[in-house]
């Protein structure tokens, strides 16, 4: 199980390199608040003074400490591999010796060996400068450091900037906030341990790092407690509840130390020796837990914390990196490989998209859209549906009454009274109506251009990921196809309104459908003509007498268009006696011996239709309402027909032809070849990423099971 620990150090140098966090390593994290001894904690554990150290705020950006164990013998030398116990004790994979039995090294000063501690202190506080200024100010950007020695054990700490809460020098007002939220992003992570330091010399049940801790492990599955500063207790008080969990119990544990005092550092005091001073005071003060703390214990409870951590953590880690690197792949193919055959990469992307834009519209795309109708189902809708509910819902005598229809025929005859409704009167209206068809099939073709417009963008998002890299040739491939059904706009609009003006062209009376209406239709009107006049004959004369007026000047017998040929009824006979007595004197009515303004008087706007008047009403009504829909029963065919020939069909079978004639020059190969600014740089991010990901696989991958237990 020694070997799970340079696993996780070897994972997290692989995803430094990247600079990346998509994953939790597990780690022991160091929290508490500003001066409670954290950096001390973590000197001691590798036995060198190499922090710096100081009152006040002194750690002001996180330090990920890797601590790497070598045996003593080869102590003096260092391999390709640090991580690797095994390259400790194979002499041949040896590449370079160092005079020193301990070292360090930094991962943003590469490959640069660190045997003096005081250089890697100066280095730690020129670092934190360079980034967080020098004036207290704090920066959430880890440094991180890998010491070996055989003075230590295996260990991954993270040394936090301790809880503040007031701020000083060049620190934000926000402070606390910033470092409560640094803190937090590193004990959020599950796979972590919370090293909770406190100071023995303040009261525990105030510890801000044991708060802080309880917020993301309630449980306190994975939080240890470290009581610092055991020599500074008031006389007469000592830490011995604290220890032994009664204040308040930690499920990890409670692992009391003694730390170096400010002024055995500034006299140069050894790590070893006050070690050495601290098993003496826990013998004296604390002689029954003397064992079960102290520096040394903390190393290796905190070694066998990590090490069981790691091997629970292990199985989830493993999957995590597998989903990640399956992604990050997918990811990469999408942004494509670099171009190198820039004219045979052009015509491919033509070709695709072509063929992704007729696939659209025949329906067999790869990426068929569930949460709106595209393409050719679109088409199909609005042909079927948007037309032709459209067309169903004009009204064959809409914007016709009957005054229009008995004036047309009126016109239709001239000066002549006709004997019979004059066909002419029918041609007219009739071509009236069927131009009000003209209007929804033109709106037709323009519903259907725009949706051909549409599927250019869904073939872009959906369809031909590729084109998203070249931002130039997806605009001109655009600006080509939106030409072409530009150009084919007005040539259909041309062939609908051509096929409503055939229509109106020749009014074909002897269509079979008609003839068979016009037949039908006869009988109807004959057998409805005699029950009226039956009714009229059976209903009692006095009450039309009574009504003067009833009729128009016009309408005498034998003189009124209507009445050519027709015996006036006995009805008819009384409105023509009432209308031949002298009318009453009206303002504009002529008087003897002075000239008649026949334009002066007045035409009654309505009046009650005679029996003839009301036939022939009917009939052309009748004859409109049936040619009508033949007419629109062949529009509602023809012009779908004609939109798909003259625009659909014909922009598909040309589409490739014209994007290779317009774009496929040697001319316009770099320019429409250029990837968008960032593509490459996220390709590159992507591909590290990859890599990052398949050596951390393969890494866990060398792990077997013994090494678990």
Same mark, same amino acid.
């Given at each position: 199980?020694?070997?799970?620990?340079?696993?996780?150090?070897?994972?997290?140098? %692989?995803?430094?390199?990247?600079?990346?966090?998509?994953?939790?390593?597990?780690?022991?994290?160091?929290?508490?608040?500003?001066?409670? @001894?954290?950096?001390?904690?973590?000197?001691?554990?590798?036995?060198?003074?190499?922090?710096?150290?100081?009152?006040?705020?002194?750690?002001?950006?996180?330090?990920?400490?890797?601590?790497?164990?070598?045996?003593?013998?080869?102590?003096?030398?260092?391999?390709?591999?640090?991580?690797?116990?095994?390259?400790?004790?194979?002499?041949?994979?040896?590449?370079? +010796?160092?005079?020193?039995?301990?070292?360090?090294?930094?991962?943003?000063?590469?490959?640069?060996?660190?045997?003096?501690?005081?250089?890697?202190?100066?280095?730690? +506080?020129? +670092?934190?400068?360079?980034?967080?200024?020098?004036?207290?100010?704090?920066?959430? $950007?880890? =440094?991180?450091?890998?010491?070996?020695?055989?003075?230590?054990?295996?260990?991954?700490?993270?040394?936090?900037?301790?809880?503040?809460?007031?701020?000083?020098?060049?620190?934000?007002?926000? =402070? $606390?906030?910033?470092?409560?939220?640094?803190?937090?992003?590193?004990?959020?992570?599950?796979?972590?341990?919370?090293?909770?330091?406190?100071?023995?010399?303040?009261?525990?049940?105030?510890?801000?790092?044991?708060? =802080?801790?309880?917020?993301?492990?309630? /449980?306190?599955?994975?939080?240890?407690? %470290?009581?610092?500063?055991?020599?500074?207790?008031?006389?007469?008080?000592?830490?011995?509840?604290?220890?032994?969990?009664?204040?308040?119990?930690?499920?990890?544990?409670?692992?009391?130390?003694?730390?170096?005092?400010?002024? /055995?550092?500034?006299?140069?005091?050894?790590?070893?020796?006050?070690?050495?001073? +601290?098993?003496?005071?826990?013998?004296?003060?604390?002689?029954?837990?003397?064992?079960?703390?102290?520096?040394?214990?903390?190393?290796?409870?905190?070694?066998?914390?990590?090490?069981?951590?790691?091997?629970?953590?292990?199985?989830?880690?493993?999957?995590?990196?597998?989903?990640?690197?399956?992604?990050?792949?997918?990811?990469?193919?999408?942004?494509?490989?670099?171009?190198?055959?820039?004219?045979?990469?052009?015509?491919?992307?033509?070709?695709?998209?072509?063929?992704?834009?007729?696939?659209?519209?025949?329906?067999?795309?790869?990426?068929?859209?569930?949460?709106?109708?595209?393409?050719?189902?679109?088409?199909?809708?609005?042909?079927?549906?948007?037309?032709?509910?459209?067309?169903?819902?004009?009204?064959?005598?809409?914007?016709?009454?009957?005054?229009?229809?008995?004036?047309?025929?009126?016109?239709?005859?001239?000066?002549?009274?006709?004997?019979?409704?004059?066909?002419?009167?029918?041609?007219?209206? %009739?071509?009236?109506?069927?131009?009000?068809?003209? $209007?929804?099939?033109?709106?037709?073709?323009?519903?259907?251009?725009?949706?051909?417009?549409?599927?250019?963008?869904?073939?872009?998002?959906?369809?031909?990921?590729?084109?998203?890299?070249?931002?130039?040739?997806?605009?001109?491939?655009?600006?080509?196809?939106?030409?072409?059904?530009?150009?084919?706009?007005?040539?259909?609009?041309?062939?609908?309104?051509?096929?409503?003006?055939?229509?109106?062209?020749?009014?074909?009376?002897?269509?079979?459908?008609?003839?068979?209406?016009?037949?039908?239709?006869?009988?109807?009107?004959?057998?409805?003509?005699?029950?009226?006049?039956?009714?009229?004959?059976?209903?009692?004369?006095?009450?039309?007498?009574?009504?003067?007026?009833?009729?128009?000047?016009?309408?005498?017998?034998?003189?009124?268009?209507?009445?050519?040929?027709?015996?006036?009824?006995?009805?008819?006979?009384?409105?023509?006696?009432?209308?031949?007595?002298?009318?009453?004197?009206?303002?504009?009515?002529?008087?003897? @011996?002075?000239?008649?303004?026949?334009?002066?008087?007045?035409?009654?706007?309505?009046?009650?239709?005679?029996?003839?008047?009301?036939?022939?009403?009917?009939?052309?009504?009748?004859?409109?309402?049936?040619?009508?829909?033949?007419?629109?029963?062949?529009?509602?065919?023809?012009?779908?027909?004609?939109?798909?020939?003259?625009?659909?069909?014909?922009?598909?079978?040309?589409?490739?032809?014209?994007?290779?004639?317009?774009?496929?020059?040697?001319?316009?190969?770099?320019?429409?070849?250029?990837?968008?600014?960032?593509?490459?740089?996220?390709?590159?991010?992507?591909?590290?990423?990859?890599?990052?990901?398949?050596?951390?696989?393969?890494?866990?991958?060398?792990?077997?099971?013994?090494?678990?237990?």
């Amino acid at each position: 199980m020694e070997a799970l620990i340079p696993v996780i150090n070897k994972l997290q140098d %692989v995803f430094n390199t990247v600079g990346a966090d998509i994953i939790q390593l597990p780690q022991i994290v160091v929290v508490g608040t500003q001066s409670s @001894g954290k950096s001390s904690v973590l000197e001691s554990l590798v036995g060198r003074d190499l922090l710096p150290r100081g009152t006040g705020v002194v750690t002001r950006r996180p330090l990920i400490l890797q601590l790497v164990h070598v045996s003593p013998e080869d102590g003096r030398k260092t391999a390709g591999d640090e991580n690797d116990p095994a390259t400790w004790k194979n002499p041949r994979h040896l590449s370079k +010796e160092i005079d020193a039995e301990e070292w360090g090294k930094f991962l943003h000063t590469k490959n640069k060996i660190y045997t003096d501690f005081d250089e890697i202190r100066q280095e730690i +506080e020129n +670092e934190t400068e360079r980034i967080s200024g020098n004036n207290k100010g704090i920066s959430p $950007e880890p =440094i991180h450091l890998k010491i070996f020695s055989s003075n230590v054990v295996n260990l991954t700490l993270v040394d936090l900037p301790g809880m503040t809460k007031v701020p000083v020098g060049d620190q934000p007002k926000d =402070i $606390e906030l910033q470092i409560r939220e640094l803190i937090l992003q590193f004990i959020s992570n599950p796979n972590s341990i919370i090293l909770a330091v406190t100071a023995a010399n303040t009261d525990m049940a105030t510890s801000e790092a044991l708060k =802080i801790a309880r917020e993301v492990d309630p /449980d306190g599955r994975r939080t240890l407690a %470290v009581i610092t500063k055991l020599d500074l207790m008031d006389a007469g008080t000592d830490a011995m509840d604290v220890l032994m969990g009664r204040v308040i119990p930690v499920k990890l544990g409670i692992i009391g130390v003694v730390n170096r005092s400010q002024l /055995d550092i500034n006299n140069k005091k050894s790590v070893a020796d006050s070690i050495r001073d +601290e098993y003496g005071f826990l013998q004296k003060k604390y002689p029954s837990l003397a064992n079960r703390n102290g520096t040394k214990y903390l190393a290796r409870t905190l070694n066998r914390l990590l090490m069981h951590h790691i091997r629970d953590c292990l199985p989830e880690l493993k999957t995590r990196i597998n989903v990640l690197a399956a992604q990050y792949q997918s990811l990469l193919n999408s942004y494509g490989e670099p171009v190198e055959d820039k004219s045979a990469t052009l015509l491919q992307l033509i070709t695709k998209f072509a063929t992704e834009y007729c696939n659209t519209i025949e329906g067999t795309a790869k990426y068929i859209e569930t949460s709106e109708l595209c393409g050719g189902a679109r088409i199909c809708y609005i042909f079927h549906e948007t037309f032709g509910r459209t067309l169903e819902s004009v009204d064959p005598l809409g914007g016709l009454n009957t005054i229009d229809i008995l004036t047309a025929i009126r016109n239709a005859t001239g000066p002549r009274p006709a004997l019979f409704v004059p066909e002419v009167s029918f041609e007219l209206l %009739v071509k009236r109506q069927i131009k009000r068809l003209e $209007e929804p099939s033109l709106r037709c073709v323009e519903l259907v251009h725009e949706e051909m417009q549409r599927i250019i963008q869904h073939c872009s998002n959906y369809s031909t990921q590729e084109l998203l890299r070249f931002p130039k040739l997806h605009d001109a491939i655009v600006e080509v196809v939106t030409c072409l059904l530009r150009r084919r706009l007005p040539v259909t609009n041309e062939m609908v309104h051509n096929l409503v003006a055939i229509e109106l062209a020749y009014i074909n009376t002897k269509h079979p459908d008609f003839a068979d209406a016009c037949g039908l239709m006869n009988n109807n009107i004959e057998e409805q003509r005699r029950n009226r006049l039956a009714r009229e004959l059976l209903s009692t004369g006095p009450r039309d007498k009574a009504a003067p007026g009833a009729g128009d000047v016009s309408q005498e017998p034998g003189t009124g268009v209507w009445r050519g040929m027709l015996k006036p009824s006995k009805v008819e006979e009384v409105s023509a006696e009432e209308k031949s007595k002298p009318p009453a004197a009206l303002p504009a009515s002529p008087q003897k @011996g002075h000239a008649v303004n026949l334009l002066d008087v007045p035409v009654p706007v309505a009046r009650k239709l005679s029996a003839r008047e009301q036939r022939d009403c009917e009939v052309i009504e009748r004859l409109i309402k049936s040619y009508f829909l033949i007419v629109r029963k062949n529009i509602q065919d023809s012009v779908p027909k004609a939109v798909m020939h003259f625009l659909v069909n014909h922009v598909k079978d040309t589409l490739q032809s014209e994007l290779v004639g317009q774009l496929y020059k040697s001319l316009l190969l770099d320019d429409l070849l250029t990837e968008s600014e960032d593509m490459a740089q996220r390709r590159k991010e992507a591909a590290d990423m990859l890599k990052a990901l398949q050596r951390a696989s393969q890494i866990i991958a060398e792990i077997r099971e013994t090494h678990l237990w």
